[in-house]
């Protein structure tokens, strides 16, 4: 079964400024995603990767195959980036999730 | 530990026949979810209920159906199954927010995904 494990788990960062979140697995797998969840609970799928980087807006994502990892960046942070921030990966044994990473942009 | 807990990880129907999947967690949350997954589209939200026989439609409820009539089950119904309806469907649950207003963000739990084949 795979094991995934997001950094940090909580984060508390200023307006403006350059945030990472970093997902591992430990198994390979087809696709990872990144999942944006707001208060009141709806979730937002992001990205969907299975190699290379992606791009939307002030959003960024890249994941190494051989590594088994992937990032989660937000340039120029604004608090409505505040939200909780969730990988998955989706391998043979269907999806399993991170436990997220509490972020919250203060003013 | 807390559970959100799918009926079937693999599921194989034909086209025409009615589908339940259910989910059912252990946590007492209001908010239940059922999305649906594909790939290149992500995550995409089919229903939501937010009470006991409340309900919302997402973003894509076209040919589908929910049920809640317990707090802790969330059934998800293809009337009549389609093979467009081939998916990775996943169930989730959260807190109403207005519950614990010392939590700033209502953390969501997941099911592990029903991964549907409609021949």
């Known amino acids: 079964k795979n094991e995934v494990e997001q950094s940090p788990q909580n984060l508390t960062a200023q307006e403006g400024e350059f945030i990472t979140i970093n997902c591992s697995y ?6 990872l995603h990144w999942l944006q969840q707001h208060p009141g609970g709806g979730i937002v799928s992001l990205f969907m990767l299975s190699s290379g980087k992606k791009k939307h807006g002030r959003l960024i994502a890249t994941i190494n195959i051989q590594e088994k990892h992937s990032s989660l960046h937000i340039t120029a942070s604004h608090p409505r980036d505040s939200a909780v921030y969730i990988c998955a990966v989706e391998g ?7 436990k997220g990473t509490h972020l919250i942009i203060q003013p | ?27 007492d949350h209001e908010n239940m979810f059922w999305y ?14 937010y009470d006991v026989k409340m309900k919302e439609k997402g973003d894509i409820p ?22 467009n309806q081939t998916s990775m469907y996943l169930c989730a649950s959260s807190l109403y927010p207005g519950r614990d207003p010392g ?10 995904g029903t991964r549907l084949t409609v021949v």
């Open chain 2, 62 to 83: 076209e040919g589908y159906s929910v049920s809640r009539e317990k707090k802790e089950r969330f059934s998800l119904i293809l009337e009549s199954a389609s093979t």
């Open chain 2, 103 to 112: 939590k700033l963000n209502t953390e969501a739990f997941f099911g592990q």
């Open chain 1, 26 to 31: 430990s198994v390979g797998i087809s696709a």
């Open chain 1, 92 to 98: 043979a044994d269907g999806l399993t999730f991170g």
């Open chain 2, 1 to 27: 530990d807390v559970k959100v807990t799918q009926s079937s990880r693999y599921l194989v129907k034909r086209t025409g026949e009615k589908v339940f999947l259910e989910c059912v967690q252990d946590m």
């Open chain 2, 36 to 49: 649906r997954q594909d790939p290149g589209l992500g995550l995409r939200l089919i229903y939501f209920s």
